[in-house]
């Protein structure tokens, strides 16, 4: 039996032919530079993006050591005027 046969009898084992007429190029058919102004512009969002969550950062830590590193003259001054002198510490 030959291989042609066997293959046609099993044609779940046949090779893929290659379409008649149809050249093999060597490489892809475009030229990929509408893929690469999305990638940058998406590249750029992204920068813009966490410029925006550092300084958000920057801004929420700032708060947060301001108040867990205050003097404690401060403190005491900002409880004092928001009791109205009743709670002195």
Known sequence: ???KLAL?????LAL??????????A??????????TFAQQAWDRSRAASL???VAGAV???????????PASWLAQAV??????????
């Open 16 to 25: 893929p032919r290659r379409a008649a007429g149809r050249a093999r190029s």
């Open 1 to 3: 039996m030959t291989l």
């Open 8 to 12: 046609r009898r099993m044609p779940a």
């Open 27 to 36: 490489g892809p058919t475009s030229t990929l530079w509408g893929e690469s």
């Open 52 to 54: 925006r969550w550092a």
């Open 60 to 70: 929420v830590g700032g708060v947060i050591g301001g108040v867990a590193f205050a």
């Open 80 to 89: 004092a005027s928001a009791s109205g002198e009743r709670v002195l510490l």
